[in-house]
């Protein structure tokens, strides 16, 4: 048996597989912020619990996504981190791209960088862009600066000098030093996290990375001492934001990997189900407790970008966070989860989230002495959650509390009536999600339309048939594990690492050995953190024109040649840019490898829960519809209503850990892999 947690903002989901019969067993508990540990404790105890097994029934690797991350990052929980680089290089990450993300705004606001000026730290020693030395590194000033930064009682380290992509000698011997004058104290060298062009990016990496070393380090500790005391002797691997798995030595040393790792898995987990279904251009909708996140699958696989935001000031402001250069499933995020809370602004008018409720105090509807009113208290006084089979009646709804809270909070706005409070926040918050895929698919160069939502998450299923009738999508799948996919999705993800290097050569100029031996050192870094042979390689180079500032990512053949090279950069360039310029010269700038393990995709099914005799007792309840108002609608248990048996809505499908909403004129058909199929009603099929 294999077992995978998802520490969510709100929950931590977890499933427990057995691999020989392909039976999976389901769970979730409240995340822990005093220690995440905790919940993954509670959760697999739930899991075995269910599946009638003890600790000694896994027998192979535990597979987890954290959001400690991010959320380190953001709420800057991190190291007291100190940054060395070459001198009159100090202030590139304050100094950044120099470009505002708001021309218009004069309070505009920038978010601070990790490490203070007064940590900052620059040091002789020159290499020119081709790696070549015009100055050595001195060995004495390096050394008095580690003296200094033991003083300051410095915890971690990030040493990124110039041109170290093009030779990496400097900082390994600035590394050198620092672990003989520093023992113990974590230093990440960019030459090996992150050996790309563009300073600033690499910089704020590389310290990113420093500042969350010590903490992610302690947090997986803190998950295998859990796994001791329960009995668990294997070993852990961990989901990185690319959708590939990696041993704990590796993400110890480049936790910055993990930054997006639950919602990774929740994309790998939406493509495996469509592949099983035969659809390869989905629209993976994951809406939990504390965001919503959409990713475009296509081809039957998400597509991968090669940078991403953090901490952003404005989170739909592209430009108003931390740049990382580490490579990530693209999606785009959206604040509106369950426990958003909804608010009247200064202007009179609704806003929901983006600040969220979390998992304590949470919606007031938790009992747990939350008092803002969230779109969770929305949807259960809207009837759209059983307040008796919440977490498959494993915890009890106060439909009052819920009420009362839109009521007090924003009720003046709307005649003290939660019924049409309740009403707006839910519409405020899916015309707020339609809106964000209508831009995301938009900006990749795809109608929505085009497409079917696959709807995960323990809300996302709530408003994904409403969402998908504002989109004119015409089909949604809610999942058989819908609630907990991520955790399903860290169950079916290869091992597989990247590596990437800056070697600048022009198609004109080319050098096959040169371009050869790039991918060769590529290929070994990544068995070599593979820690075994691989199972198979893909190959990218990032090109563009001659000129250009900026690239694109190609995908290429190992033993193509510079013909290949120019005809599949005009592919690409044509599908995102609708033109071919007329201008032969192009180059390549970054060569990068994704290697990959030895890896059996497993059978997979949905077995009964811990909490699946506790059915739905209800058979029917009165839930609100826009073009209905309050009406008494059908609720049928999706563990046990009848396959292949249309439903037309208004109805209402329950799980254990979600439930699915149909709206009035929808028709949904459960399938015998036990996945709801919802067909939404156009206009003049609606009731």
């Given at each position: 048996m294999r077992v995978s947690f998802d520490i969510g903002g709100t929950f931590t989901d977890l499933v427990l597989l057995d691999e020989?019969?392909?039976?999976?067993?389901?769970?979730?508990?409240?995340?822990?912020?005093?220690?995440f540990s905790r919940a993954i404790e509670t959760g697999?105890?739930?899991?075995?619990?269910?599946?009638?097994?003890?600790?000694?029934?896994?027998?192979?690797?535990?597979?987890?996504?954290?959001?400690?991350?991010?959320?380190?990052?953001?709420?800057?929980?991190?190291?007291?981190?100190?940054?060395?680089?070459?001198?009159?290089?100090?202030?590139?990450?304050?100094?950044?791209?120099?470009?505002?993300?708001?021309?218009?705004?004069?309070?505009?606001?920038?978010?601070?960088?990790?490490?203070?000026?007064?940590?900052?730290?620059?040091?002789?020693?020159?290499?020119?862009?081709?790696?070549s030395e015009v100055e050595p590194i001195d060995a004495a000033e390096i050394e008095a600066i580690a003296d200094r930064l033991r003083e300051d009682g410095v915890e971690a380290v990030a040493v990124c000098l110039l041109h170290s992509y093009a030779s990496p000698v400097h900082e390994e011997r600035v590394g050198e030093i620092l672990a003989e004058r520093?023992?113990?104290?974590?230093?990440?060298?960019?030459?090996?996290?992150?050996?790309?062009?563009?300073?600033y990016e690499r910089t704020v990496t590389t310290v990113a990375n420093s500042y969350v070393r010590p903490v992610a380090g302690e947090h997986f500790e803190d998950i295998e001492r859990a796994l001791g005391s329960l009995g668990v002797d294997q070993s852990l691997v961990m989901m990185q934001s690319n959708g590939g798995v990696i041993r704990v030595p590796t993400a110890r040393t480049f936790p910055l990997r993990l930054l997006e790792s639950g919602p990774a898995a929740g994309?790998?987990?939406?493509?495996?189900?469509?592949?099983?279904?035969?659809?390869?251009?989905?629209?993976?909708?994951?809406?939990?407790?504390?965001?919503?996140?959409?990713?475009?699958?296509?081809?039957?696989?998400?597509?991968?970008?090669?940078?991403?935001?953090?901490?952003?000031?404005?989170?739909?402001?592209?430009?108003s966070g931390l740049p990382v250069t580490m490579p990530v499933v693209e999606m785009i995020e959206i604040g509106a989860g369950g426990g958003s809370i909804a608010s009247i602004d200064s202007l009179g008018l609704l806003q929901v989230g983006p600040h969220s409720a979390g998992s304590r105090p949470g919606p007031a509807g938790y009992g747990l002495g939350g008092e803002e009113p969230t779109v969770t208290d929305a949807d259960i006084a809207l009837g759209y959650l059983d307040p008796d089979y919440f977490l498959g009646g494993t915890m009890s709804l106060d439909v009052d509390a819920s009420k009362a809270a839109l009521?007090?909070?924003?009720?003046?706005?709307?005649?003290?009536?939660?019924?049409?409070?309740?009403?707006?926040?839910v519409r405020v918050v899916n015309e707020h999600m339609a809106l964000a895929i209508q831009v995301h698919a938009t900006e990749q160069g795809h109608d929505p339309r085009d497409f079917a939502m696959m709807a995960f998450g323990g809300a996302a299923p709530v408003h994904a048939a409403?969402?998908?009738?504002?989109?004119?999508?015409?089909?949604?799948?809610?999942?058989?594990?819908?609630?907990?996919?991520?955790?399903?999705?860290?169950?079916?993800?290869?091992?597989?690492v990247e590596a990437s290097r800056t070697r600048i050569v022009r198609l004109d100029a080319?050098?096959?050995?040169?371009?050869?031996?790039?991918?060769?050192?590529?290929?070994?870094?990544?068995?070599?953190?593979?820690?075994?042979?691989?199972?198979?390689?893909?190959?990218?180079?990032?090109?563009?024109?001659?000129?250009?500032?900026?690239?694109?990512?190609?995908?290429?053949?190992?033993?193509?040649?510079?013909?290949?090279?120019?005809?599949?950069?005009?592919?690409?360039?044509?599908?995102?840019?609708?033109v071919t310029p007329d201008y032969p010269r192009a180059e390549v700038v970054t060569f990068r490898v994704r290697g990959y393990g030895a890896f059996e995709t497993p059978r997979m099914s949905r077995t009964d829960t811990g909490v699946a005799d506790r059915v739905p007792t209800a058979t029917s309840r009165a839930a609100w519809f826009p073009e209905t108002g309050v009406v008494e609608v059908p609720v049928l248990d999706m563990l046990r209503a009848g396959v292949d048996e249309p439903v037309t809505g208004p109805a209402v499908f329950q799980l254990p850990e979600s439930t699915a909403v149909v709206g009035p004129g929808d028709v949904a058909t459960l399938d015998a892999q036990g996945n709801l199929r919802i067909v939404i009603a156009t206009e003049g099929e609606q009731a």
């Open positions: 020989t019969s392909g039976n999976a067993w389901l769970g979730k508990s409240l995340t822990t912020y005093d220690d697999i105890r739930q899991v075995l619990g269910a599946a009638g097994a003890d600790e000694q029934s896994i027998t192979d690797s535990v597979v987890g996504a954290t959001t400690l991350i991010t959320n380190a990052l953001i709420e800057r929980r991190g190291a007291k981190t100190a940054l060395i680089t070459t001198a009159g290089f100090v202030d590139t990450i304050e100094i950044g791209r120099e470009w505002r993300y708001d021309l218009y705004d004069p309070r505009l606001q920038l978010p601070d960088p990790l490490v203070a000026a007064t940590a900052r730290y620059g040091v002789r020693g020159r290499l020119m862009a081709d790696g520093l023992p113990g104290v974590p230093v990440t060298l960019s030459s090996r996290l992150v050996p790309v062009i563009r300073e994309a790998i987990g939406a493509a495996h189900v469509g592949a099983s279904l035969g659809m390869d251009r989905l629209i993976a909708f994951d809406m939990g407790g504390t965001t919503a996140k959409v990713c475009i699958i296509e081809g039957g696989t998400p597509a991968v970008k090669n940078s991403f935001e953090v901490g952003r000031v404005h989170r739909l402001k592209p430009g009521a007090s909070r924003i009720g003046d706005a709307f005649d003290g009536d939660p019924i049409a409070s309740a009403a707006a926040v409403r969402v998908a009738r504002i989109l004119g999508v015409r089909e949604v799948v809610i999942p058989a594990a819908a609630g907990v996919l991520s955790a399903t999705g860290l169950l079916v993800a290869p091992p597989m080319w050098d096959e050995a040169s371009v050869s031996d790039t991918f060769a050192q590529l290929e070994a870094q990544a068995e070599e953190e593979l820690a075994a042979p691989a199972d198979r390689f893909e190959h990218f180079v990032d090109m563009r024109y001659v000129g250009q500032g900026f690239d694109i990512e190609v995908p290429v053949g190992r033993e193509d040649g510079p013909a290949e090279y120019a005809e599949k950069f005009a592919v690409e360039y044509r599908r995102i840019y609708g």
